[in-house]
């Protein structure tokens, strides 16, 4: 559930209205904050500078770059980049369209 007034943490586990696809919700790890610095590359993730624990995997070697989260919105990433669509393929996602974290993980 999602506490009023509040993002989760960077790094948890949130449910999101899918922004590109109406009716479907996806689970994802929020690893950008608004105004966070992100920068992809090498295999690993830094916010702000600092390199995020990931789980292996959720970043593919090769796959580089670099953005910066808008105001009013997040960025989430799966856990398995070759896999996964999300905020590195359909960009940054309004705060309006999250629905909380997953609870338990």
């Not at 580089?64 to 999300?86: K, N």
């Not at 905020?87 to 369209?97: A, C, E, H, K």
Request: charged share 25%; hydrophobic share 40%; with cysteine.
């Amino acid at each position: 559930v999602l506490e009023a007034g509040r993002l989760p943490d960077r790094g948890e586990l949130v449910v999101f209205h899918a922004p590109t696809r109406p009716g479907k919700m996806f689970v994802k790890r929020l690893v950008g904050l608004p105004g966070d610095e992100l920068k992809f590359g090498d295999g690993a993730l830094r916010v702000n500078g600092m390199e995020m624990e990931l789980p292996t995997g959720a970043v593919e070697r090769g796959y580089t770059l670099s953005t910066r989260v808008p105001a009013g919105c997040f960025y989430a990433i799966g856990d398995h980049a070759s896999v996964s669509y999300d905020s590195r393929g359909f960009g940054p996602v309004r705060q309006d369209l999250l629905v909380g974290r997953l609870l338990g993980y």
